[in-house]
């Protein structure tokens, strides 16, 4: 495939709700532009894009995948995203690359918690919308409904561009506004769509421009040339949004929309210039889609296949990258040798002699290179602000099912985490848990499974731990004698000490307030290292002792017997007496959550809060939702993405970050301490 200037291509990520049918409307597409010889079927795992053994078994996308081709002298990137809640990484790194978010809706159910969030996400990072109504040959297939709630919840700059002719089983065609092909043959209640929208479409782009708009009021109308350029340059700024219907499975409506990506669709030279911070005096610069320029890229997928290795996807922003050359990793500070660069189709290759501006391309086998990379040339070396992907959701501990899995587990994770930033691995050091994150159930479970499939790697899953802590309350002391006579030498030391609370958050305090020399310099320095011993272990449950001040004031030696492990044993105990009578406590992490939902479920989520431990500290109003601020125990957060999608039927959201530690309630806390109990008489009796 040969190279194609910046205005010559475009950057197009399918977005939707699960089950609209982009991964048809991408081979209807495919098929059109000569990219395919036969459109593969979704239900029958024959699609190019659907390639993953999961994604087959599952009959729906898990992965981004890309298909790129070239119609009529453009080449097009389509990037097909999932449309389920727990893979919306997917779709944020596909809109990084993307000059054009294409939403496809599903004719038979409108407007869904998908469109809405495909949308948003879209208009957030600034990216171009246009809509495509799919499935109208399907029973119950509604346009009209479908075009009033695009309208209402997204706005009047979204207008038709083309109409459906027939209904359900009798739906053969479409009509095109933008063109006038097929307006001519229209009659009756067609006929009067085809003008409405005609009327819609010249208006909305009218509105874009105040001379165009005048000229519009005066004559009533706008030249075909007029009307083109004003429409790119209007759907390039956002300000207008076309909709396209059809039917993908029957490949009815695609011609049509290829031909306007083609046309009518922003180039990523139509696109603004992108923001970047030199590496050198971390002064922002803007970045020209210019071939000439220095070379400079994102990296925005990393595909981990068993068969094709390491597949790193990027979008080049500037200058030019030769198969066979080099680049600099801004991120990693490192420079990266390459081979063959290619394009793909699904996961098909095909070789490509460069890759420049404006255009999607990919390499394999990088040492340093991940997702969220900047890659560039060293001499002009720039870093693109990071993709912004969501926060986990939900977390699991992991633990392998056998000594060979130990072995294997963590190439494994490492592979897995790198073609999927949304999920995350983690290993809890006071715990000693191997904790896996991500979006949902369904997000974690496939990623194991995938471990399972193509790593050989099996795990038994459970709920983490949670990285409790002990401090007091109140002072205590303690005057501790350890005495040991053996055959040999033996061991004497007296400690005596007392402890007090410090403020949350402190850690600890060691103070000597040793007179006369009742204990030595060094075994002053023992008596320190016991007691830090000691707050490994605290007595309630076992859990790290934290926020104390320790003041070691007198003791005794013996002239033969004292020594460092002696004062180590005698501190360390009495620690431990003196905290019992300090009024001990548990401590548990407390998250800062917030959920954004939309209004119509504010009572229900505050009182799922509620009912959770939660605090809500406060509440933001976000166009048609509330971001509600709230303090909660972690405890309490592990599985709450399933509460909070049954509560707002997918719609509602959530980040959270950690806080501070608080008190657990005595009730909460005597359960924790007898369960401790428990497993330590349970790990005692083995």
Not at 33 to 49: N, P, Q, R, Y
Not at 235 to 264: D, H, Q, R, S, W
Not at 354 to 359: E, I, N, P, Y
Not at 506 to 534: L, M, N
Request: proline share 4%.
């Amino acid at each position: 495939m040969p190279s194609f200037e910046p205005k010559a291509i475009r950057n197009i990520v399918l977005a939707g709700h699960s089950g609209c049918g982009k991964t048809s409307l991408a081979e209807a597409l495919a098929l059109n532009g000569g990219a395919i010889s036969k459109m593969g079927s979704v239900d029958e795992g024959t699609t190019v894009l659907d390639y993953n053994e999961d994604e087959k078994e599952r009959k729906c996308s898990i992965s981004s995948a890309l298909l790129s081709f070239s119609a009529d002298s453009r080449k097009i990137n389509l990037i097909d995203t999932p449309g389920y809640m727990d893979f919306v990484g997917e779709m944020i790194g596909g809109l990084r690359a993307a000059d054009t978010s294409l939403i496809v809706v599903n004719a038979t159910g409108g407007v869904e918690i998908g469109t809405e969030r495909a949308y948003k996400f879209a208009k957030e990072k600034l990216v171009p919308r246009a809509f495509f109504i799919n499935k109208l040959d399907k029973e119950h297939a509604d346009f009209d409904k479908c075009v009033e709630q695009i309208k209402r919840k997204f706005g009047k700059q979204c207008v038709l561009v083309t109409i459906p002719l027939g209904k359900e089983s009798s739906f053969k065609a479409v009509a095109n506004i933008l063109t006038g092909d097929g307006v001519s043959a229209l009659s009756g209640d067609d006929k009067d769509l085809a003008e409405d929208a005609k009327s819609s479409l010249a208006e909305v782009v009218a509105e874009t421009d105040d001379a165009l708009l005048e000229k519009y009021l005066e004559k009533g109308e706008l030249s075909p040339e007029e009307l083109k350029a004003a429409f790119i340059k209007g759907m390039a700024a956002g300000k207008v949004v076309p909709i396209f219907c059809g039917a993908a499975t029957k490949n009815i409506g695609a011609k049509e929309l290829l031909i306007a990506i083609v046309n009518y669709f922003p180039s990523p030279a139509d696109r603004p210039k992108t923001k970047a911070v030199k590496k050198d005096s971390q002064e922002t610069v803007e970045i020209d889609t210019n071939p000439n320029a220095p070379f400079s890229a994102l990296v925005f997928k990393t595909l981990s296949d068993p068969y094709l290795g390491q597949i790193t996807i990027f979008k080049v922003f500037s200058g030019k990258l030769s198969t066979n050359s080099s680049f600099y990793n801004t991120n990693k500070e490192a420079r990266e040798k390459i081979g063959q660069i290619f394009s793909l189709v699904g996961k098909t290759q095909t070789s490509v002699e460069s890759a420049q501006a404006g255009d999607i391309a990919c390499v394999a086998k990088l040492r340093e290179t991940t997702t969220g990379d900047t890659i560039c040339d060293e001499k002009s070396a720039v870093k693109f602000d990071d993709i912004q992907f969501p926060e986990a959701a939900i977390s699991f501990s992991l633990k392998p099912k056998s000594r060979a899995d130990e072995d294997k587990i963590s190439n494994a994770l490492h592979k897995l985490t790198a073609e999927d930033p949304t999920f995350k691995m983690t290993r809890e050091e006071q715990t000693k848990e191997m904790i896996a994150s991500g979006m949902g159930d369904m997000h974690i479970n496939i990623m194991l499974n995938r471990m399972k499939a193509r790593y050989g790697v099996q795990v038994d899953i459970g709920t983490p731990k949670i990285a409790y802590k002990e401090t007091i309350l109140g002072k205590g002391e303690a005057q501790y004698r350890h005495k040991k006579q053996t055959g040999g030498a033996g061991q004497f030391a007296e400690v005596w000490l007392r402890i007090e609370p410090l403020d949350r958050g402190t850690g600890f305090e060691f103070v000597d307030e040793v007179v006369g020399g009742a204990i030595p310099r060094p075994f002053v320095v023992s008596c320190e290292k016991g007691i830090k011993g000691a707050m490994n272990s605290g007595p309630l449950a076992g859990y790290p002792v934290v926020d104390v001040r320790a003041i070691v004031y007198d003791g005794k030696t013996h002239p033969v017997d004292s020594k460092d492990i002696a004062f180590q044993i005698a501190a360390r105990n009495g620690f431990k007496e003196s905290m019992m009578k300090a009024k001990p406590v548990l401590l548990e992490p407390i998250m800062d959550v917030d959920i954004i939902v939309p209004d119509e479920f504010m009572g229900d989520i505050t009182g799922s809060l509620n009912s959770r431990r939660g605090r809500v500290m406060g509440m933001e109003p976000s166009d048609g939702s509330q971001m509600i601020k709230a303090k909660v125990p972690l405890e309490e957060m592990y599985k709450y993405v399933n509460e909070l999608k049954s509560i707002t039927g997918g719609r509602g959201t959530y980040t959270m970050t950690f806080s501070h530690y608080e008190i657990v309630p005595a009730n909460i806390a005597q359960v924790i301490v007898d369960k401790a109990k428990a497993t330590k008489k349970e790990e005692a009796e083995e």
